[in-house]
């Protein structure tokens, strides 16, 4: 069996599962979703929010990238933002980055002439480790480093959405939290909450003693 065909027949012993535990579940899918989360995660096929959080389907709002990134000018990130806040009107943005990430390590690498879209993507990733050079530069491995960038990066995501126009306008206003997911143990680290917005730097020191 091929891999598509492996997935479809997967996906009807789900749908077939998931109504024998639950008999309304497909009706309250189908009425709409009211998420309360929206969550903001890398691409990265190991890191699917759902599944780390124990969620189902109607529980997340979900904006996947390489290197969970936020730009401003980036009408993909933007909408699900917009939407989100506009109109599903969602409490919590979560970022969620994660160790190991390669998006992260691509940033801290010369760029891959073979990957054009992904260099223009991560070119503020790579902006942010310029920034950060020395810092990284004291930690004694590639890993560490890349690590250490990562965790960065998520506060960084959190520090635009926060000054984001459409964070900042909408009522209620959403709490912005900065978290990161340990493949070598399956555990999310948070190391920016939203509800102590100011604690930022505090888990900046944190999170690097962590690293
Ligand atoms: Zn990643």
Sequence with gaps: MNRPKRLLVANVAWAHETAARNPGFFCDLVRGQNPHVLWIGCSDSRVPAETITHCEPGDLFVHRNIANLFHSDDDNSVSVLEYALRVLKVGHVIVC?????????????PPDPGLPHVNRRIAALCALATTHREELRGHASVRERVDRLAELNVLEQVRRLRANPIVQEANPAPLVHGWIFALDDGRIKVLTSGYEADDAMTCTTAAHSAA
Excluded: S
């Excluded at 980055?97 to 690498?109: I, N, T």
């Design 97 to 109: 980055g994660h160790y190991g990430c390669g998006g992260v390590r691509a940033a801290l690498l």
